[in-house]
């Protein structure tokens, strides 16, 4: 029987990123659930050592909610570039280095992409969902995806992460550019939330 997470229950959000917690907390705010990110409980990270985001997602989840006591909600996602044969995918945080510094990946991925010769920007961010309990049992995951394409120099100092080089197919701005309401309405976290909704409401 599918475990169901009912109005007022505290849930960890098993992330550090204070973007992701932001964009999830908006998320779960409508349904009552009061969250709590993993950083606030000062919950150490897992070794992501996934090979998918599925799988990196689960795994986050099920530490947090044994480490925290609590249901868990965890995020996995990532910058997918077509010419790149899908990187830097599972590794787009890594690609920002230990310091976290974006910039830094954002210039990797024009070095990158410049290094192929091909003028294709084609591109996807990908986010893996999932949500665990402490009493064990499998947990949910679910995955959505936004595609679109990329544009350089970055444009716009709103949103997180690769934002500032990705135009959603059908805009002219860049994620990094939109307002945080105009983004979560249509973006990759917003459609594997709808999947996880039906799976656990």
Request: glycine content about 10%; some cysteine.
């Given at each position: ?5 009912q ?8 992330s ?27 919950l150490?990270?897992?070794?992501e ?5 599925k ?63 091909s003028?294709?920007?084609a ?24 595609h ?8 716009g ?40 909704k039906?799976?656990?409401?």
């Open positions: 029987m599918m475990r169901r997470l109005r007022g229950t505290r849930v960890v959000v098993a550090h990123n204070p973007g992701k917690v932001r964009e999830i907390h908006d998320l779960v705010a409508p349904y009552g659930l009061a969250a709590v990110s993993a950083a606030e409980l000062d150490p990270e897992p070794e050592t996934g090979l998918t985001f799988a990196n997602a689960e795994l986050k989840a099920l530490a947090a909610a044994k480490s925290a006591n609590l249901p868990a909600l965890s995020d996995d996602s990532g910058l997918e570039v077509e010419v790149l044969d899908g990187a830097p995918g599972i590794y787009s945080a890594r690609w920002a280095g230990p310091g976290k510094d974006f910039a830094l990946a954002m210039d990797k991925v024009a070095e990158r992409l410049e290094e192929t010769g003028e294709d920007p591109a996807w961010f990908t986010c893996a969902l999932a949500v665990a309990w402490p009493n064990g049992g499998p947990a949910v995951v679910v995955q959505g995806e936004v679109g394409t990329l544009t350089f120099p970055p444009r100092d709103r949103g997180f992460g690769y934002d500032p080089i990705f135009v959603p197919q059908g805009r002219a701005q860049t994620f990094g550019e939109m307002d945080p309401a105009e983004k979560d309405a249509i973006s990759h976290r917003d459609r594997a939330f709808a999947k996880l039906a799976a656990i409401w």
